[in-house]
């Protein structure tokens, strides 16, 4: 497993809510590529809370839509645009349970129509949400589209 580079970094006016590690108040994801997977650990507390000791949901889909971009982003070598995103919420995600896990995968690709499913689990390992996700590829020539991204650094472990 490998770590991501985050190819937004040196572009002026990058603020990402989801994965800019500058941003003060966002979530500040970081990517890896495991396979066919991008993954990400993401250790929730209490300012992302909804109920006593509950990853709010609209947090948990910006986890999601977040990790799925992403693996367009890696994957397809290319930037998207969230076109559609279905959440199937299966248990309450406690923040005392400690790190998420994250897991996403391209699931299909019809010309410039990405499918993406993405998953997130608990501290404990298990299943608590599960995202299906449709993304708008971007033509090569736009500027959002950008190049991918590429992974850095050494050989890390699963997690």
């Not at 990853?55 to 986890?63: D, I, P, R, S």
């Not at 397809?76 to 076109?83: D, F, N, R």
């Not at 391209?106 to 410039?112: A, H, I, L, S, T």
Request: net charge negative.
């Amino acid at each position: 497993m490998k770590k991501l580079k985050n190819p937004y970094l040196d572009i002026e006016g990058y603020h990402c809510f989801g994965c800019d590690p500058t941003h003060d108040k966002g979530l500040r994801m970081e990517f890896y590529e495991d396979g066919d997977e991008v993954v990400s650990r993401w250790t929730p507390n209490g300012e992302y809370a909804s109920w006593l000791d509950t990853v709010h949901g609209g947090v948990q889909a910006t986890l999601l839509d977040e990790l799925c971009g992403w693996v367009v982003l890696r994957k397809l070598q290319s930037g998207a645009v969230t076109s559609r995103l279905e959440l199937r919420y299966r248990k309450p995600v406690h923040i005392s349970a400690g790190p998420l896990t994250l897991r996403g995968t391209v699931k299909g690709q019809r010309r410039n129509i990405i499918d993406v499913e993405g998953r997130l689990y608990d501290g404990n390992g298990e299943l608590c949400t599960e995202a299906s996700c449709v993304y708008f590829l971007l033509p090569k020539d736009a500027p959002a589209a950008m190049c991918g991204c590429e992974t850095e650094g050494e050989e890390l472990p699963a997690f």
